[in-house]
């Protein structure tokens, strides 16, 4: 899914022991799944499901545990996506993935950018209005339900930079990329993650 060590990175300089799932565990012992990635929706859904992930995925989620999804791991929560029609997402939230309009602005979106908080949150102490984060996307979810967005950023069109609920957060940035916020974020994570996290076994 792309970007797996930079995501293991950022979190062991944390002091977070990080474990790499090449399968579904058939357990729930672990105090948070992160799902990251670049690409294409319809390769990253079609990757999940080949190896067995989504019924998993879908589990974890449901019952409430840690979730974060970075960037392609974000988007496939939602239910489609207009780059790779008939391609049907998690479908976590309601909702598409459309593509920038075409503007003077050059798409993909890469570099810096800028959040606007929407929502205050456990996830973002230590974040504020201006704070920047580091971008590489083509697409963004149209979020239909307006209460999880945290996070708005504005390239071309304004879009829900990042979205929580509950024990689940993602992000259309790359934390693990964007230095001292982007460390500051997985933080947060964590330490919501530890608090909140139900106790659920198998």
Known sequence: ????????????????????????????????????????????????????????????????????????????????????????????FKGKVVRFPESKEKVPHIGWNSVEVLEKSEYLEGISSGDYFYFVHSYYPEVVQKEIILLQTTYVVPFASAIARGNLLATQFHPEKSHKKGIQLLKNFLIHSTIHRPLVTI
């Open 1 to 92: 899914m792309g970007n797996l060590q930079s995501v293991e990175k950022a979190f062991e300089s944390l002091s977070c022991k990080v474990e790499r799932l090449f399968y579904p565990p058939n357990h729930y012992n672990f105090l948070a799944i992160v799902l990251p990635g670049v690409g294409a929706f319809g390769d990253g859904i079609r990757g999940l499901e080949a190896k067995g992930f989504l019924p998993f995925l879908k589990r974890w989620i449901s019952k409430d545990l840690p979730f974060l999804g970075i960037c392609l791991g974000y988007q496939l929560l939602f239910e489609e996506s207009l780059e790779s029609k008939g391609a049907k997402g998690i479908g976590i």
